[in-house]
């Protein structure tokens, strides 16, 4: 299995990325999948969580409102839109897989993609 982030960079604050999970080896359309996000010195947290049909979203209280999950099962990727960043959205974010149990736990997910750094300048 492999889940390969990607889109993370640079941008200034008050601005947009769009964040993309590659996703093989897995019958994608069937998982629920979640973002989650590890700044330096912190534990990794939860950031927005859908189910295989898209019926259901849900997102941590920081990104309400600024992000959006989404999922296009047919092309097996996941994305994130991010928008009015700010600097307290630094952090690499990672791709995951939901197994079971509670979506906002990191111990839920089966398998996880290598992350992409997203940096918000002030």
């Known amino acids: 299995v492999q889940l390969q982030a990607s889109g993370g960079g640079l941008v200034q604050a008050g601005g947009s990325l769009r964040l993309s999970c590659a996703a093989s080896g897995l019958t994608f359309s069937r998982h629920n999948m979640g973002w989650f996000r590890q700044a330096p010195g912190k534990e990794r947290e939860f950031v927005a969580y859908i189910t295989w049909t898209s019926i259901s979203r849900f997102y941590a209280d920081s990104v309400k409102g600024r992000f959006t999950i989404s999922r296009e099962n047919a092309k097996n990727t996941l994305y994130l839109q991010m928008n009015s960043l700010k600097p307290e959205d630094t952090a690499v974010y990672y791709c995951?897989?939901?197994?079971?149990?509670?979506?906002?736990?990191?111990?839920?997910?089966?398998?996880w993609g290598q992350g992409t750094l997203v940096t918000v300048s002030s």
């Open positions: 995951a897989a939901h197994d079971s149990g509670d979506y906002c736990s990191p111990s839920g997910y089966e398998y």
